[in-house]
Nanobody
Framework: QVQLVESGGGLVQPGGSLRLSCAAS????????MYWYRQPPGKERELVAS????????NYADSMKGRFTISRDNAKNTVYLQMNSLKPEDTAVYSCRGHYYFDGTDYWGKGTLVTVSS
């Protein structure tokens, strides 16, 4: 059974930090590129960051560059999102996605809520 389970969300004050985790099971995690997306309340889902299957290539949305860091541990089948200097506008449901380029397979997690508020 394929699963992507996010954790680490919660309430944090502006300027604070959180580390999200996305634990994968049921598929060949190390072959999949991984992505973090977010959906703020009442808005469209947007791409936050991506990381290649081996972890050597990362990309970020412009508004997250310098504040967020995506990483992965293929031995633990887990992808992470370290978020620093959080702002109220970072409030959103954060979800992870796995994508296998060779056949287009996509897997999604259900998301974890991050709320940035004083």
């Amino acid at each position: 059974q394929v699963q992507l389970v996010e954790s680490g969300g919660g309430l944090v004050q502006p300027g604070g930090s959180l580390r999200l985790s996305c634990a994968a099971s049921g598929f060949a995690f190390s072959r999949f590129a991984m992505y973090w997306y977010r959906q703020p309340p009442g808005k469209e889902r947007e791409l936050v960051a991506s990381i290649s299957s081996g972890g050597g290539t990362t990309n970020y949305a412009d508004s997250m560059k310098g504040r967020f860091t995506i990483s992965r541990d293929n031995a633990k089948n887990t992808v992470y999102l370290q978020m620093n200097s959080l702002k109220p506008e970072d409030t959103a449901v954060y979800s992870c996605r796995g994508h296998y380029y060779f056949d287009g397979t996509d897997y999604w997690g259900k998301g974890t809520l991050v709320t940035v508020s004083s």
